[in-house]
C-alpha cells in the first residue's frame, strides 16, 4: 500500500489514516483514490513551505491584484486573519520563485501530474470572465 501513496503526506497520522482508507477499498476503486491522496499530499507539502513566511508586503501585493469587493473584504479581515488563507499562502511563495506548478511537477510522477493538468484545465474559468475587476 505504500507505493500507492508517493509522495506521502507529510504527517504520520494522515499518512496512516490515509493508508487504511485505501487497504478499505475494494481494489477496483484505489488507484483512483490513492491518486486524489497523492495530489494532496503534493500540495499540502507545497502549501508547508510558506509557514511563517508570508509577510504583510506580500498581503498588501496580493490585494492589489483581487476583484475591488474581495480587497475590500480581505482588508477589513485583516492580514493576522489571512495570513494563513492558501491564495496568499501561494502568492507568497510564487513571489520568492517557488511556483506551484514547477512544485507539484517535480514532486508528483509524469502521470499524475498529466492528470493534474487535465483537472486544472477543467476547471478553468472561461476566459471571458477570469479577469473581471468588480
Given at each position: 500500500?505504500?507505493?500507492l501513496l508517493r509522495p506521502r503526506h507529510p504527517l504520520d497520522k494522515y499518512h496512516q489514516s490515509q493508508l487504511?482508507?485505501?487497504?478499505?477499498?475494494?481494489e477496483a476503486q484505489?488507484?483512483?483514490?490513492?491518486?486524489?491522496?497523492?495530489?494532496?499530499?503534493a500540495s499540502y507539502r507545497y502549501q508547508?513551505?510558506?509557514?511563517?513566511?508570508?509577510t504583510e508586503d506580500d498581503?498588501?501585493?496580493?490585494?492589489?491584484?483581487?476583484?475591488?469587493?474581495?480587497?475590500?473584504?480581505?482588508?477589513?479581515?485583516?492580514?493576522?486573519?489571512s495570513k494563513n488563507s492558501l491564495p496568499l499562502?501561494?502568492?507568497?511563495?510564487?513571489?520568492?520563485?517557488l511556483g506551484y506548478d514547477a512544485f507539484l511537477k517535480a514532486i508528483l510522477t509524469p502521470e499524475d501530474w498529466a492528470y493534474q493538468q487535465e483537472l486544472a484545465?477543467?476547471?478553468?474559468?472561461?476566459s471571458n470572465s477570469a479577469t473581471r475587476k468588480e
Open positions: 500500500m505504500e507505493e487504511e482508507f485505501l487497504a478499505a477499498l475494494p484505489r488507484a483512483y483514490h490513492a491518486r486524489l491522496f497523492r495530489l494532496g499530499n508547508q513551505q510558506a509557514d511563517g513566511e508570508v498581503f498588501h501585493h496580493w490585494l492589489e491584484g483581487l476583484p475591488v469587493k474581495m480587497r475590500a473584504a480581505m482588508v477589513r479581515e485583516g492580514f493576522e486573519a499562502r501561494r502568492h507568497a511563495l510564487e513571489r520568492r520563485d484545465q477543467a476547471s478553468a474559468p472561461s
